[in-house]
């Protein structure tokens, strides 16, 4: 039976469609939440089976691929080592919730999980199954999906609110706005090269629809990095077109109608700017930011207390790029410089060494670091630091390559992924969005060693 199971073209390709899915598994983890009021949703059950999943299927292959093998010896070293982070929260934070520290740790561990196993996939079946192509396809169904229950919800009234007060933007039917955005940052590139590959002719102008579909639930979340990600992704797929262009580069379709098309879009994205929720938001935060400001100057001074001396501009700064997140990384900052060595070595667990609410600073990898510590960080971005040295080592012999439509757009999916991840969080703590990192890195480092070869 295991054998069976070690080539099972469904199993493979099911790892695969399971990114289509993603959309859905959040809509109805909203419905879960709000309709039902349950907190173990069925997202984070189905999401949990997928990585039990994962984690077996490169079990059983161990012996047939040293991706497999490594990936096995990889997990053993993790899993021995979250078993000591664990003893050690149990043993020195003044609050413990076992329940929490787990459920942090497994949502930590999904993405390296998924990750390996990609890569698996890509590197060992794709001699037999046009993989890349099922990769494209899935992602393209999940964006359109995203897409078109955005613009539902938001014509029907029914769409969450982004933001609880004074700022606007809305989530559709997906409860968490940061989420969904991280997610869509992350495909929009892809689906932009998709576009890009497909057009032929102006009246194949139905492949930038999609496109079209997620930049408009980006900017409609009311978040920089929703607007963010469509003003970087347009800018790289309009500068990587004109260079494939003047390089006669043949196999990337009609590159003076995608050119056309690409900047037609950066500049209805300029005009709607002014119009655009992140706009608005931006100046309601920095009007926050002068009202309290205004507060502070209104208190009456203490007498005999001089003020020091505060970089009034650099706060604003940090506050309106950050959105107070520089706060609890100060606060986790006191945590680690008050905790024993033990826990500065191994981590301070979910929430750090927390007295009364647990509150993650959302900056993913100053949570990586403050929950499993100095070794543990250093462990769980081994894999990932060397899919980067590889790609990098492998990207310069085809240097030329990465200015073109494919390679820039995909390294600009992984780039906006890992940068979403220090500024807004919910990356690599996220299932949900971990899961496109993943598949997109995996491909990414598959497609150079094809090349390579």
Request: charge should be negative.
């Amino acid at each position: 039976m295991l054998k069976s199971l070690q080539t099972n073209e469904k199993l493979i390709l099911l790892f695969f469609y399971f990114i289509a899915l993603q959309p859905i598994i959040d809509v109805l983890t909203t419905f879960s939440i709000t309709q039902l009021q349950v907190s173990a949703t069925v997202g984070v059950l189905i999401r949990i089976l997928y990585m039990g999943v994962s984690a077996l299927f490169l079990l059983i292959n161990w012996k047939n691929s040293k991706i497999a093998k490594y990936a096995v010896i990889y997990f053993t070293a993790w899993g021995i080592y979250l078993l000591i982070n664990l003893g050690i929260s149990y043993m020195e934070k003044p609050i413990f919730y076992f329940g929490e520290e787990i459920k942090y740790l497994v949502k930590l561990s999904y993405f390296n999980v998924v990750l390996l196993n990609f890569v698996f996939l890509f590197r060992y079946f794709s001699k037999h199954l046009n993989l890349a192509k099922v990769f494209f396809h899935n992602i393209m169904i999940a964006s359109v999906f995203i897409g078109f229950v955005m613009v539902i919800a938001i014509l029907t009234g029914t769409s969450l609110e982004a933001y609880e007060w004074t700022k606007t933007g809305f989530t559709g039917w997906f409860f968490a706005g940061n989420e969904l955005g991280a997610s869509l940052a992350i495909i929009l590139p892809i689906v932009l090269y998709f576009a890009i590959l497909r057009t032929e002719k102006v009246k194949h102008f139905a492949y930038w629809i999609p496109f079209i579909l997620v930049s408009f639930s980006l900017i409609m979340i009311g978040t920089k990095v929703g607007y963010g990600a469509v003003a970087i992704t347009l800018v790289m797929g309009l500068i990587s077109a004109v260079i494939a262009l003047f390089a006669k580069v043949k196999h990337f379709g009609n590159l003076k109608v995608s050119a056309a098309f690409t900047l037609a879009l950066l500049i209805v994205l300029g005009a709607v700017t002014p119009f655009t929720p992140v706009f608005l938001n931006t100046y309601a935060h920095i009007d926050l930011l002068e009202d309290q400001r205004q507060q502070a100057e209104d208190q009456e001074p203490v007498e005999g207390v001089e003020d020091e001396p505060v970089e009034e501009e650099d706060n604003n700064l940090n506050s309106l790029i950050l959105s107070n997140r520089d706060l609890f990384l100060n606060q986790f900052g006191e945590y680690y410089a008050e905790a024993p060595v033990t826990q500065k070595v191994f981590g301070m667990g979910y929430a750090g060494n927390f007295e009364e609410v647990p509150k993650m600073i959302e900056m993913d990898y100053s949570d990586v670091f403050y929950s499993v510590g100095i070794i543990g960080t250093i462990l769980y971005f081994l894999p990932i630091l060397y899919i980067a040295i590889s790609a990098i080592r492998n990207v310069f012999k085809e240097f030329k390559a990465i200015f073109y439509p494919h390679y820039a757009l995909v390294i600009s999916s992984i780039v906006l992924g890992l940068g979403i991840a220090h500024f807004a969080g919910h990356v690599f703590t996220a299932p949900g969005v971990s899961i496109y990192l993943a598949i997109v890195t995996a491909y990414f480092y598959h497609h150079l060693k094809e090349e390579k070869a």
